[in-house]
């Protein structure tokens, strides 16, 4: 009782941490629409070209410019984010534009600080429509190994204090807490996570400024540009807040050698400004970028806490280690090991119930788990916490008096199991969510023994590929139809509905090109399918279009 009064009073200092945070951060922009559209045809030249994206993104970086074919700009280099509406960027363009191909170049960077980039495509034309191909599209940000090492660093630093105390506070018994040689580890491991902890977020800016601004690491050690980034973006506000709180939690750490009373107090302070510390990662997640956030974020601070504490107390275990090799401490600290697995079974049900939540969210269909990067690296993730799993059921089951024997190799095992998972977490972290990254559709209904499967390439504003087979229960193609028409319906808002008849390719297969999403979000298709007979059979597909 003595433990869990102290958590409660702990939970509610962190309330009040939190509640300082900024309430909302960004991930992955992505655009909603655009005016020209990509690949639109137009007869008249436009005054301007307007992104729309489903964020706020960062002013300070970013870039737009219309070329024409030969590579000249036609734009007025105005461009810049509308200040009444942040989520639009937007530049004047030269009047009177002649006939051809325009590529619109852009780049922005989420409010989290991940930059997208890309380019559209629109034609002016008034006699025959120019084919001429370009390529076109957007591009996220792919981690490279400079991000991974030093955001890896920072989240096993940042898990190791946050595990070892509570390694400290709640599994440690009193019998060892006080003993010399448990002392001496414990204030020599924590200083050590602080030290990786404080260059992983000291690197962390100039990081940043290379991604922000597109440059070299060489390059970024210019005073203008890091005050630019502090003052003028979300990631520098979150940055300032981190270096704070670490060097509040420096100093209460230091004064743990000097002052003998009120040790665990001040302890258990550390233990919340540690999770405080770690919960900033959260708003810089994918979780706060949904509309949701008031769910998804406190579901991913708890998922984020519940890894880090036991992957953070998997190294206390391994630090003391040499405690099983002593006849006096070894059924203490086998007894410790059994008290942890039974917090484990907490974790392990936490880490389940919220990573399938924010899977609902980020993966809008089994399918993209094996077409998009995020879904690939996310079934890695669940594979490596499967082992760790198993780890951990090896690791209780050594707990027991007499079973000891190799519980040093599978306690490693189980530890850096846990160290690759938080490498994953980095990856997953910046990579573009499923629910907004290119993949393909293929969906199959049956209706009346009959199954239609409709197929959409790549799924993305502007120019897809629709193709529609009906085959019967035996898989063979239905040779009565008369004519298919899809109806495209866009549910997040109001908008006309625009209907396509498509063209017959082979038996019991359908096609049609054109450019009928304009915009990112949930798209209803109806299939709707003529017999010779006229017997209508219909059916509906939901998909979610992407801007990238």
Same mark, same amino acid.
């Given at each position: 009782?003595?433990?869990?009064? %102290? ?5 509610? +200092? ?34 301007? $070209? ?53 590529? !619109?170049?852009?780049? $922005? $960077? ?5 930059? !997208? ?8 034309? %008034? ?70 902890? #404080? ?15 597109? +440059?070299?690491?060489?390059? !970024? ?6 005050e630019e980034l502090i003052t003028g973006t979300n990631f520098g506000r979150i940055w300032m807040i981190q270096l704070a709180m670490l060097v509040i939690l420096v100093l209460m750490i230091s004064i743990l050698v000097i002052v003998k009373s009120s040790r665990e107090l001040i302890l258990w302070c550390c233990f919340v400004l540690?999770?405080? @510390? ?38 206390? #275990? ?5 405690? $099983? ?7 203490? #600290? ?23 939540y924010a899977g609902f969210q980020f993966i809008p269909d089994w399918q993209s788990l094996t077409t998009t990067a995020y879904g690939k690296v996310l079934l890695c993730k669940v594979s490596l916490f499967i082992l760790m799993l198993i780890f951990a059921a090896i690791n209780f089951y050594k707990g027991r008096p007499l079973r ?10 189980? @530890? ?98 054109? @450019? ?28 979610? !279009?992407?801007?990238?």
């Amino acid at each position: 009782m003595r433990i869990f009064g %102290k958590c409660s009073i702990s939970l509610i +200092i962190l309330f009040v941490m939190i509640s300082v945070f900024p309430s909302h951060f960004s991930a992955h922009a992505y655009i909603i629409k655009t005016a020209p559209y990509d690949n639109e045809i137009l007869t008249n030249s436009p005054r301007e $070209v307007v992104i729309q994206f489903d964020e706020s993104i960062e002013s300070p970086f970013d870039s737009i410019k219309v070329l024409d074919a030969s590579g000249h700009r036609v734009d007025l280099q105005n461009g810049k984010v509308d200040p009444n509406r942040p989520s639009i960027l937007k530049t004047g363009l030269k009047p009177n534009l002649p006939k051809g191909i325009y590529t !619109v170049q852009w780049r $922005v $960077v989420s409010a989290d600080g991940h930059p !997208v980039e890309g380019v559209i495509r629109f034609q002016i034309r %008034k006699g025959k429509q120019d084919t001429k191909e370009t390529r076109t599209g957007t591009k996220g940000y792919i981690p490279k190994a400079d991000l991974i090492i030093i955001r890896w660093l920072h989240y096993i630093s940042n898990a190791a204090i946050v595990g070892l105390l509570f390694f400290y506070l709640v599994l440690l018994p009193n019998k060892l807490r006080h003993k010399r040689y448990t002392e001496k580890v414990f204030l020599r491991i924590v200083p050590i996570s602080l030290v990786f902890l #404080f260059v992983s977020i000291v690197l962390s800016l100039p990081l940043q400024a290379s991604i922000e601004a597109d +440059i070299p690491w060489h390059e !970024v050690w210019k005073l203008p540009l890091l005050e630019e980034l502090i003052t003028g973006t979300n990631f520098g506000r979150i940055w300032m807040i981190q270096l704070a709180m670490l060097v509040i939690l420096v100093l209460m750490i230091s004064i743990l050698v000097i002052v003998k009373s009120s040790r665990e107090l001040i302890l258990w302070c550390c233990f919340v400004l540690g999770i405080s @510390l770690l919960f900033t990662k959260a708003f810089t997640s994918h979780a706060a970028a949904q509309t949701t956030n008031v769910i998804t974020l406190p579901m991913d601070m708890i998922h984020l806490l519940s890894a880090s504490v036991w992957i953070g107390s998997l190294i206390g #275990f391994a630090a003391f280690l040499p405690l $099983v090799k002593n006849v006096e401490t070894k059924p203490i #600290f086998l007894q410790m090991v059994k008290s942890f697995y039974k917090w484990g079974i907490i974790f392990v049900l936490v880490i389940a119930a919220t990573g399938i939540y924010a899977g609902f969210q980020f993966i809008p269909d089994w399918q993209s788990l094996t077409t998009t990067a995020y879904g690939k690296v996310l079934l890695c993730k669940v594979s490596l916490f499967i082992l760790m799993l198993i780890f951990a059921a090896i690791n209780f089951y050594k707990g027991r008096p007499l079973r000891e024997k190799g519980l040093g190799a599978t306690l490693w095992g189980e @530890l850096l199991t846990g160290a690759v998972i938080l490498i994953l977490t980095v990856i997953l972290a910046n990579l573009p969510p499923a629910s907004s990254s290119t993949g393909p559709f293929q969906q199959t209904n049956t209706v009346s023994g009959n199954n239609i499967t409709l197929n959409v390439t790549p799924k993305v504003i502007g120019e897809n590929t629709f193709i529609v087979t009906v085959n019967d229960a035996k898989g063979q193609p239905i040779k009565n139809i008369a004519q298919i028409s899809l109806t495209f319906v866009m549910t997040d808002m109001n908008m006309e509905k625009d209907t396509v008849q498509l063209t017959k390719a082979n038996e019991g297969k359908f096609q049609t090109k054109g @450019l009928y999403f304009i915009m990112a979000g949930k798209w209803k298709i109806h299939v709707h399918i003529l017999t010779t007979s006229l017997e209508s059979i219909d059916t509906d597909f939901y998909c979610r !279009v992407s801007g990238k």
